[in-house]
């Protein structure tokens, strides 16, 4: 199937002044920081690929490049080829202009805490309606009439009195489905979530999955679905991305990932998650040591300092992805030499 998104060698850093002391400070060197390293990955239509990896490995900075809305200090090499049936462009060289009219149509974003995204002074469904008549030329009567329909599809009773609401007097779940309204109303091919979940609670996490999946099955939606949250990720994704430090280390179908991992992280990860076959008294598995800082990312392996399984050759260089079964993919010789 061919890929709608394609992100190809995808490097992320930020210019820093060097963290030694300098006596000059006009000539003091500059350093740049990698957050994300030769990431690529792809996404067919209808797809969803789950990006999974702990605080600071990269996921948000992942998204924001997609959507072209890093802060002016990042510089960004790579392709970000989005469109179908060879009509693919290049997200990362795209005129502003183009950019602004794809993103909220084709491609839309939904965020882990929608108090903070959404406008607490203006009615929810103006809000829809806003990302509506900022793409559509149609009428603010046809406006309505989709915000409507906009939530509706996201469930929320009594759509037409509820447009007239504030942020403030929907409940958290509630606002999240605003979001999730506001995403879809124009109908986009990709959608990305961003922790769409981490800030709701297990009930109410549950349901928004629920509606996410719907979603994608009535809309033939295709999703990066980004969370630290394994768990989380199992219930949406057909296949999987674990980042470690700004990189992809095991890119799999959910089978491959959840139930033969190949890379010692994914391993750690799965160790760690409690699950009704853990024996009780069986403690839960914890990986020793922390992700490395940015200016501290050792040459090889950025897991190597924490990997149980290492051999003095992973200190030496990053080693490749390479695929260890059909559509499997990890980044580690030495479970692939097994
Ligand atoms: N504007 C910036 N300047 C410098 N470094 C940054 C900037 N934005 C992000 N970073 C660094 O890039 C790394 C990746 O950040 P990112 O927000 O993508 O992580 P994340 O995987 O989304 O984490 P979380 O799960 O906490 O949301 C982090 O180490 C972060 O400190
Ligand atoms: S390359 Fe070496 S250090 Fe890295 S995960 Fe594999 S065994 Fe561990
Ligand atoms: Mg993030």
């Not at 997609?66 to 802060?71: D, G, S």
């Not at 959404?118 to 929810?124: A, S």
């Not at 799999?252 to 024996?279: C, M, Q, W």
């Not at 040591?289 to 051999?311: I, K, W, Y």
Request: net charge neutral.
């Amino acid at each position: 199937m061919p890929a709608l998104l394609e992100v190809r060698n995808l490097n992320i850093g930020f210019a820093t002044s060097s963290a030694k002391p300098q006596r000059d400070l006009a000539s003091s060197p500059t350093q740049t920081l990698h957050a994300v390293r030769d990431l690529s990955f792809s996404i067919c239509a209808g797809e969803v690929l789950g990006l999974v990896g702990e605080s600071g490995s990269g996921k948000s900075l992942t998204s924001l490049a997609i959507m072209r809305l890093l802060p002016p200090q990042a510089s960004v090499s790579g392709e970000i080829l989005f469109g179908e049936n060879g009509q693919s462009r290049n997200l990362a060289t795209l005129p502003d202009e183009s950019m602004r009219r794809l993103r909220g149509s084709q491609i839309a974003m939904i965020f882990q805490e929608p108090m903070t995204a959404l406008n607490p002074v203006m009615r929810v469904g103006d809000q829809i309606a806003e990302a509506v008549l900022a793409h559509g030329r149609v009428s603010k009567r046809e406006a309505t009439a989709m915000v409507v329909e906009a939530m509706k599809q996201v469930a929320i009773p009594e759509p037409d009195r509820r447009a007239r609401d504030y942020p403030h007097q929907l409940s958290g779940g509630m606002r999240q489905r605003i979001m999730i309204a506001m995403a879809i109303v124009n109908r986009p091919q990709l959608l990305i979530a961003d922790e769409p979940t981490t800030a709701l609670d297990v009930t109410i996490q549950a349901q928004i999955l629920e509606l996410l999946a719907d979603l994608r099955a009535k809309f033939s939606l295709a999703m990066l679905f980004i969370s630290h949250d394994l768990a989380v990720v199992s219930q949406v994704a057909g296949r999987v991305a674990v980042m470690y430090a700004g990189n992809i280390v095991e890119l799999g179908s959910k089978r491959d990932i959840f139930e033969v991992p190949a890379h010692p992280y994914t391993r750690g990860l799965l160790e760690a998650v409690p699950n009704l076959k853990t024996a009780r008294p069986k403690p839960l598995g914890t990986i020793d040591g922390t992700v490395p800082p940015l200016h501290a990312m050792p040459p090889g392996c950025a897991f190597e300092p924490r990997c149980v399984l290492r051999v003095p050759e992973c200190a030496l260089a990053m080693p490749p992805l390479v695929e260890v079964g059909p559509g499997h993919w990890a980044r580690c010789p030495v479970v692939n030499a097994k």
